[in-house]
């Protein structure tokens, strides 16, 4: 038996070789699925619960399991992430059924089998083994190998002891004393029979990039992009909806979610999933729904049960992040294209206005930028550029390719006077965000002393988006000092710590936690903020999220700085920002439920507007049926919410013509729609006119 590959082996690992072990890497997931019980029991649990499903026990999610040989039971519900997250069962429609895995597993259930299943569906599962094959470890040690060997940043041993809990309950490692746990003989053996990716590969995905082959797509992908090709005027029906999907990897993220539908599955269990695996709120899956259908990757297969596209599964069976890109290509406008106009060093912004004309505001084609970065097709040459890499031009060149569309602009304000307001505050905004940006990469911007302008900057921002913000400076005190209310009123402070770098990186060296804690508690602050053109290393990262310091790009507070001005977020939502570790996350998250919230309002208005003088008046109920095929396809609930808003007196957009039935069979009509928005909108630049002055 061979012995565990050392260093020089794994360096000379040869490009085939490589090439399997990416694809492997994005074909799997980051979770195991909990399973309830103590460890001990899981692999006969296991057992018995395939048994029950392969015998028509698993008809109803929410009965328990019978005749399962333990005390006090689960529910099914809570089994079938489980059973469904490492193959062994479908999910149609409420009813478990036994995959082709199930079905060898119940006719042969050896420990072999359920780990050759997960290793095939978990990252860092057998690499795992590779270590304790080296040298006996204990848990601590191997959780720190596995974070620097793949530069991981996992804040607590769960991870890493849920591999080992479940290499241990299928006798793949024991321990050896000293809480110390290596290899067994089956554990060696099984890494013979595995494809384990090694630290290299990840090291540098790009670096090759040019050396890549791009492989054919898939029938079910070429199909979609033939009917591109062979009907250009197809090109305009792409998408332009909203793009949300949780953050960080995305694209893993996505591929997570789809595999969950595979199968036939209710719309209960599947925002279940999604909510318990990213810790959502039911509105934010709500607000994703479209997303996964415009793109190509969902669709509705009977009232309220969704399955993934064919397109999706050839997706999910390649792994291959090019082939997501040749789906979202093929459903959504500006994606190819976007490669493209890549093709030579161009500045972000400059790719966002090209983005316009084929109906994508910047959030769009940022999201669409980040996609394409993740899969490797487009790189960062330096701060605020980007560039198509090598594979990235050598599949838009085999991509059906839109011609330039005819930009279609409306102008929606009216007077003269409101053209001047929007010019004014898009002016101001702009000019403190291009003041930012350049003072972030220019420690002497200005002429001022070191950091002085960057911290000038970020005080300004703040200050345009509502908060109390001032620029402290000086020895022994924070840069910067933001001050606002929570929604009892209690004051909240942060401190913020600007580090403008001619490099556009910020290490771990250039961070005082010592000096950061101690302007902490002379400010009597809540949070801390460090700010900086960008962030180097996973050692920063680390330590900010150990100390519970926010790291925040200068284009990250412009982004929020631009949803502040189009949708109207206030400082308790933007303060968000500042919370570790996930308050980037739900601040993105939020900013897509507020964008969700309008586009519902634009449907009621326009449904109203285009179908009130056939049919009298719309209920909410007549609006969900009249919308439910749309891609933004929005629920009953939104629908009552946005139809609420429109009807409050202070905003009198429709007007109820029957309020004695039901909310949602209440039916409305228009009121002086066009007054309203006049009004508002007057109203609007009194406020800020008024704030300027």
């Not at 333990?70 to 995959?99: C, D, E, M």
Request: proline content about 4%; some cysteine; overall charge negative.
């Amino acid at each position: 038996m061979p012995e565990p590959r050392d260093t020089s082996e794994i360096a000379n690992t040869n490009t085939v070789d490589i090439q399997r072990q990416r694809v492997e890497w994005r074909r799997k997931g980051w979770t195991i699925p909990d399973l309830r019980g103590g460890k001990q029991t899981w692999f006969s649990l296991v057992k018995d619960l395939v048994e029950l499903v392969g015998s028509g026990q698993a008809t109803d999610l929410d009965a328990h399991p019978d005749f399962l040989k333990i005390p006090s039971p689960q529910p099914w519900r809570s089994y079938t992430p489980f059973l469904k997250g490492v193959g062994l069962v479908n999910n149609q429609a409420g009813i478990l059924h036994l995959s082709e895995a199930g079905i060898k597993f119940r006719a042969n259930p050896e420990k072999k089998q359920l780990a050759d299943l997960i290793q095939d569906r978990v990252r860092l599962f057998g690499e795992v083994l590779e270590f304790l094959a080296l040298t006996p470890s204990t848990i601590e040690e191997v959780d720190e190998q596995l974070c620097r060997a793949y530069g991981l940043n996992w804040a607590n041993l769960s991870n890493t002891r849920k591999r080992m809990d479940w290499l241990e309950v299928l006798s793949l490692i024991e321990g050896v004393g000293n809480r110390k746990w290596a290899t067994t003989a089956a554990g060696k053996s099984a890494m013979e029979d595995w494809c384990l990716v090694t630290p290299n590969v990840l090291e540098n995905p790009d670096s090759d990039s040019g050396d890549i082959e791009i492989t054919e797509p898939p029938a079910e992908i070429a199909v979609l992009l033939q009917g591109l090709a062979d009907s250009p005027e197809t090109h305009h029906k792409r998408s332009t909806y909203n793009i949300w999907v949780p953050s960080p990897n995305r694209i893993d993220n996505l591929r997570l979610i789809i595999q969950t539908a595979s199968e036939r599955i209710s719309r209960v269990d599947f925002f279940h999933f999604i909510e318990e695996e990213f810790h959502l709120k039911a509105s934010s899956v709500e607000s994703m729904l479209p997303f996964l259908k415009a793109s190509g990757l969902l669709e509705e297969v009977g009232r309220n049960v969704y399955s993934a596209t064919a397109a999706a599964n050839a997706w999910l069976e390649t792994g291959n992040d090019i082939d997501f890109i040749r789906i979202l290509h093929s459903n959504m406008q500006f994606v190819g294209e976007m490669i493209k106009a890549a093709e030579n060093d161009i500045v972000r912004n400059e790719l966002y206005s090209q983005a316009k004309p084929y109906g994508l505001n910047a959030d769009k084609a940022r999201w669409i930028v980040g996609f394409l970065l993740e899969a490797g097709l487009l790189e960062e040459p330096q701060y605020l550029h980007l560039r198509a890499t090598p594979t990235g031009m050598r599949l838009a060149s085999s991509l059906p390719l839109a011609g330039k569309p005819v930009e279609e602009l409306k102008d929606a304000i009216t007077t003269q006077g409101e053209k001047e307001t929007a010019t004014s505050l898009i002016g101001e905004l702009d000019s403190i965000i291009k003041r930012l940006i350049r003072s972030s990469r220019d420690p002497i911007a200005e002429g001022q002393a070191p950091g002085v302008a960057f911290e000038e900057a970020i005080a300004r921002i703040f200050r345009f988006m509502g908060f109390d913000s001032e620029r402290i400076g000086g020895s022994g005190d924070t840069d910067v000092i933001v001050r606002w209310k929570d929604d009892e009123g209690k004051s909240i402070i942060a401190i913020v710590d600007g580090k403008s770098k001619s490099n556009g990186q910020v290490s771990h060296s250039d961070i005082s936690d010592v000096a950061i804690d101690t302007h902490k508690d002379k400010n009597n602050a809540d949070f801390v903020g460090i700010i900086g053109p960008g962030f180097s290393g996973d050692t920063i990262r680390n330590h900010a999220r150990k100390k519970a310091y926010a790291l925040i790009t200068d284009e990250q507070l412009s982004e929020i700085a631009h949803a502040f001005e189009s949708i109207g977020l206030s400082p308790q939502e933007i303060g968000l920002v500042f919370q570790v570790p996930n308050g980037i996350s739900q601040l993105d998250e939020l900013i897509a439920s507020k964008q969700r919230e309008l586009e519902i309002i634009s449907i009621v208005i326009s449904r109203l507007n285009r179908e009130q003088e056939m049919l009298g008046g719309l209920s909410s109920r007549d609006l969900f049926f009249m919308s439910r095929d749309t891609s933004a396809s929005p629920s009953l609930k939104e629908l009552l919410s946005a139809v609420e808003i429109l009807s409050k007196p202070e905003i009198g957009a429709l007007r109820a013509t029957d309020e004695t039935r039901a909310p949602e069979n209440t039916t409305y009509v228009l009121g002086n729609a066009k007054r309203t928005a006049n009004r508002l909108r007057a109203l609007a630049s009194t406020i800020d006119k008024a704030l300027r002055d």
